[in-house]
């Protein structure tokens, strides 16, 4: 796939997404906009059940929008105009996704679990193991490698799928609730790991949580509310942390 140099990382205009049909036809996103911008750590909030979810997986390709929309661009990439399997290819190349559940594979090991998006991009098996191991280092589990998911606590799970959504260094990293799993340290050690990933002008990361201990580290704060971004805060110098934000968060 050619590589195509956005400003954004993503932009969506317009975005609807319905679930069922006919009476029982859900309508869950409502005209969304939003710019996701590169070297950015941007983070979605609002109360549960207002979307967050459906719209990052339609960002990362595993849910299609309803036809209305008027766009949906990923990297550069018109996503409505793609067939299934050429996203499918191009989420493995371009995104790491890190989603709630945090589905490893529970008959591999870490170091096999955490080389998966290597191997599938034709990354040779000693080559991607080393890799593994190294980003399996950077969130405190080296010792751990040969170790399998169901040896592990739930932290300690969550730190091996952060590890597999970083091992290819996507330049979309989108994840549901990262850290609602670690302490304090392990907290910290993930958000800085993010912030290397969005140092880079060409990379971004986009996090869902209620954990407000990650909103220092945020530089946009998008505010969702029934389907809707309703407030879109930059975080600067001359824009700091909301009060409201700085003191706690609640849904
Ligand atoms: P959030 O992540 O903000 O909690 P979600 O995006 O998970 O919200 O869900 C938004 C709404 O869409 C909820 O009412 C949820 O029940 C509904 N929903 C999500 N996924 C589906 C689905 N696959 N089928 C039907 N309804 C769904």
């Not at 906009?33 to 979307?51: E, K």
């Not at 589990?141 to 399998?148: C, E, N, T």
């Amino acid at each position: 796939m050619s590589e195509v140099v956005a400003p954004y990382a993503a932009r969506v205009r317009g975005l609807n997404k319905s679930f069922g049909d006919g009476a029982s036809r859900l309508h869950v996103l409502k005209d969304v906009d939003m710019d996701v911008r590169q070297g950015d750590i941007t983070m979605l909030i609002g109360p549960s059940g207002c979307g967050k979810t459906t719209l990052i997986s339609i960002l990362a390709g595993t849910l299609k929008p309803d036809a209305t929309t008027q766009e949906l661009n990923v990297l550069g990439q018109d996503l409505q105009k793609m067939t299934s399997g050429s996203i499918t290819r191009f989420r493995a190349q371009n995104i790491g996704f890190i989603f709630q559940a945090f589905n490893l594979i529970p008959t591999l090991s870490l170091a096999e679990n955490v080389s998966v998006p290597l191997l599938i991009r034709g990354v040779r098996s000693g080559v991607a193991e080393k890799r593994a191991r190294e980003v399996l280092a950077l969130v405190g589990l080296g010792d751990r490698a040969k170790s399998r998911p169901n040896q592990l606590s739930g932290g300690q799970q969550q730190r091996v799928a952060i590890a597999r959504a970083l091992v290819h260094e996507p330049r979309l990293i989108i994840c549901d609730e990262p850290t609602a799993a670690l302490d304090a340290k392990n907290g910290q050690l993930v958000m800085e790991l993010f912030e290397n990933v969005a140092r880079s002008p060409e990379r971004a990361v986009l996090i869902v949580t209620h954990d407000n201990r990650i909103f220092p580290h945020a530089n946009r704060i998008a505010s969702m509310d029934d389907g809707r971004i309703v407030e879109v805060h930059d975080i600067d110098a001359s824009h700091p942390l909301p009060e409201n934000l700085r003191h706690g968060f609640h849904q």
